[in-house]
């Protein structure tokens, strides 16, 4: 898996990065080094082939200096921040990342360490298990008074849904608020949150790439259950913004 370092702009990172440091924040001395650690399975549904690949991501209370993975197979990946978060390390397969087949289960061992000085490493293990999620069936695209609105099928399983769209250069441009398992509907235009920059947001006549994600929760997880990522769903398709 190539290195990769993106702005994530998900439902996973950058809120749950800030719930997490925000207990921090006071502390009169330097707090211990604690993190949260995931490992998830991402599918690509695309021209009628499935492909999976594993994904990674670490949210820490202070700043990292690196965060490591190794698989129940052994093998081994590097993570590296979040754009410019030093709290939160990703790594995100690309494409030529992604398999027929999917990521073996079991434990990922990861090793995370700090920017401060002698402060020894700290080893989290998560458990990748077997459950997974179908295709998320799109069943129309539209707009309605300038807003884009997807509506899909529901998924067997899904315990949530959002939506991301990139420009023609592949760039994330938007992402959408995390909808709720029983809902079948979702829709955005210019003037909502969720536009990572302000200057870049979708113009009339022009053609982007939208992806719709379902998410599995770990089995069992009742609380910070973000942090507990399973699996997720991702149908991507082409738009035209206005028609």
Not at 6 to 16: E, N
């Amino acid at each position: 898996m190539k290195k990769k370092t993106m702005i994530w702009r998900s439902v996973f990172a950058v809120v749950l990065a800030s719930a997490f440091l925000s207990s921090c924040i006071d502390d009169p001395e330097p707090a211990a080094l604690d993190a949260k650690a995931d490992v998830f399975v991402q599918k690509v549904w695309e021209n009628g082939e499935t492909k999976y690949a594993p994904a990674f991501i670490v949210v820490a209370n202070k700043q990292l200096d690196s965060a490591t993975v190794e698989g129940p197979g052994g093998e081994d990946w590097s993570l590296e921040k979040d754009g410019s978060s030093s709290t939160v390390f990703v790594l995100f397969p690309e494409t030529e990342d992604y398999t027929d087949s999917l990521p073996e289960t079991g434990d990922y061992d990861f090793v995370i360490t700090s920017t401060q000085t002698n402060e020894a490493p700290m080893q989290v293990t998560d458990e990748l298990d077997n459950d997974t999620l179908g295709v998320v069936v799109i069943d129309s695209i539209g707009f309605e008074s300038s807003e884009l609105v997807v509506e899909w099928e529901t998924l067997e399983d899904a315990d949530a849904y959002f939506v991301r769209l990139y420009d023609d250069s592949g760039k994330l441009i938007f992402v959408g608020n995390q909808v709720d398992d029983d809902e079948t509907e979702f829709s955005f235009g210019t003037g909502d949150q969720g536009w990572i920059d302000s200057s870049n947001k979708a113009e009339d006549g022009e053609t982007y790439k939208l992806e719709m994600i379902a998410i599995l929760y770990e089995s069992g997880s009742s609380t910070n259950k973000d942090y507990n990522v399973q699996f997720i769903s991702i149908t991507p398709t082409e738009v035209v913004w206005g028609d």
